[in-house]
C-alpha cells in the first residue's frame, strides 16, 4: 500500500470545479496583484481568525518580516522565539540584522516553554515570537502576560496553526499580530506561495498594509521603506475557494490523530504520541516520538509510507546561525525533539485502511527492532 505524507491530488480531485472556476475568474479579470480578491479573503481570514485586520501577504516568512520591519526591530535589539520551528521565524529576525535569543521548548507541545522566557529579557528584548508548532497554539497567557510586563510585542508566528485555539480564542487573535502561510503543504494551502497577517490593532494594521507595498501611501509617495509583499489574486482566490472547507478538513484531521492515538495506544510500542493540551489542535502534521526515529523512517520509506522530519537541526545548530555562538547542548528539549521526531501521514483524505496500514508498519518495525535486541 502507498501512504503519501500528504495527498493534495485527492484534495484537488474533491473540489476541482471550485478551485478552477476560482482560477478562471481570475484570468477573466485580468487583475492579478491584491484588488478585490484579495480583499474578499482578507475579510474571511480576519473573521475566522476572529481579528479586526488581515493583510495578505506574499509567504508566511514575509508575514514575520513586515511585522518586524513595522516595531522598527533592527540591529541592536533582540527577538525571542524557539530553536525548534521553521527556519523562516528565526531568518526573519536576522534578515533585519536584529539578534535572536532563543528559549527552549517544552517537550510536550514542542512550542516555547513560557518559565524560560524571563530569563532571557534583557533592555534590548523587543519582541517575542511564539511559534504554534504543528497546528497547536503556545501557552499563549504568560506569554502576554510577560509581553505586558516588559512592553514587548507579540508576533504570533501562526504558519502552521490557521483556525487552532487556546482557551477558545484564535490563533492570530492574541498577540499583536499573527502571521499565517498559505505554503501548499498547510492545512489552508494556496496553488503557491501566500501568507496573511492579522491584528487587533489598527495602527499596525495600516503599517503593515503599507509596508507590504514598498511603503507608498498613495501611490509612489513612499512613507516607508517597505518592501513588495503583496498577495497575488490568483493565489487569493484559491485559498478562499478552500476556505469554506476547512473546518470539515480539520474534522477530519482530527478524526485521523484520533485513531493512530487509539491504535498506536491499544498496540502499546514504546512511541511519543502527540499531546493536545489546548482546545483546538487542528493538526497540521501528527508527530510522534520514537528514539530509533532514523531507522523507522527508512523502514516506513520501504513499505511505501511517506513521513517527514521536522526538523532534523534545530536552529541554534543551523551553519548561517553559528555567529550567535550557541552551542550543542544548549537547548536540551529542542535538540533531543530534533533527534527522536516523525511526522505521519495525517491529511484530511487518509483512509482507514491507509491509518491501520501505517500503524500495522510501526508495530511490525518494534517487533523486529525488539526481536533484534534479544538475539544479541
Ligand atoms: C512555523 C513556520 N513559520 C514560518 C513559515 C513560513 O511560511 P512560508 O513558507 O509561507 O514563507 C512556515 C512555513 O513554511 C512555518 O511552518
Known sequence: ?????????????????????????????????????????????????????????????????????????????????????????????????????FVDVDPITYNINPNQISSKVTPKTRAIIPVHLYGQMADMDPVMQIADECGLVVIEDAAQAIGAEYKGRRAGSIGHYGCFSFFPSKNLGGAGDGGMIVSNDMQRAEKVRCLRGHGAKPKYYHKLVGGNFRLDALQAAVVSAKLPHLDDWTAARQRNAKRYDELLGKAGLPIGLPAVVTNRHIFNQYVIRIKNRDELQSYLKQKGVGTEVYYPVPLHLQECFAYLGYKAGAFPESERAAKETLALPVYPELTDAQARYVVDCICEFVAKENAALAAR
Open 1 to 101: 500500500m502507498n501512504v503519501p505524507l500528504l495527498d493534495l491530488k485527492a484534495q484537488y480531485a474533491a473540489i476541482k470545479p471550485e478551485i478552477d472556476a476560482a482560477i478562471a475568474d481570475v484570468l477573466e479579470s485580468q487583475h492579478f496583484i491584491l484588488g478585490p480578491k484579495v480583499e474578499e479573503l482578507e475579510k474571511a481570514v480576519a473573521a475566522y481568525s476572529n481579528c479586526a485586520h488581515a493583510i495578505g501577504v506574499s509567504s508566511g516568512s514575509d508575514a514575520l518580516l513586515a511585522c518586524l520591519m513595522a516595531e522598527d526591530i533592527g540591529a541592536g535589539d533582540e527577538v525571542i522565539t524557539t530553536p525548534y520551528s521553521f527556519f523562516a521565524t528565526a531568518g526573519a529576525i536576522s534578515r533585519l540584522r536584529a539578534t535572536t535569543v
